[in-house]
Nanobody, 124 residues
Framework: QVQLVESGGGLAQAGGSLRLACVAS????????MSWFRQAPGKEREFVGG????????YYADSVKGRFTVSRDGATNTVYLQMNSLKPEDTAVYYC?????????????????WGQGTQVTVSS
């Protein structure tokens, strides 16, 4: 069993930055492919970005490419989402997700574990 706890959400102005963190505990971190999803009010949860358990180049949704960066720190079992040039449409609850091995998936089903989410609100 793996527990995921997100932090770092809050209020930002358009054009500003926030960094989210997701700490994994319970089992060894390294075999897990980690991704971030988000869900805005009245909308379905959508993929934001992810990084394979092998490391390497992260994969991003087109809507955040060039603005958001996913990274992971194996020493602290933490995955980060650095969000720059924020827009009001980035407002959502952001979720961290983990799957055992495999590639970064852009749908929810392949992921085995989810965090509780952290709210990000971007004002115009």
């Amino acid at each position: 069993q793996v527990q995921l706890v997100e932090s770092g959400g809050g209020l930002a102005q358009a054009g500003g930055s926030l960094r989210l963190a997701c700490v994994a505990s319970g089992r060894a971190f390294s075999p897990y492919t980690m991704s971030w999803f988000r869900q805005a009010p009245g909308k379905e949860r959508e993929f934001v970005g992810g990084i394979s358990w092998r490391g390497g180049t992260p994969y991003y949704a087109d809507s955040v490419k060039g603005r958001f960066t996913v990274s992971r720190d194996g020493a602290t079992n933490t995955v980060y989402l650095q969000m720059n040039s924020l827009k009001p449409e980035d407002t959502a609850v952001y979720y961290c997700a983990a799957r055992v091995g495999g590639l970064v998936a852009t749908t929810m089903n392949p992921y085995d574990y989810w965090g509780q989410g952290t709210q990000v609100t971007v004002s115009s």
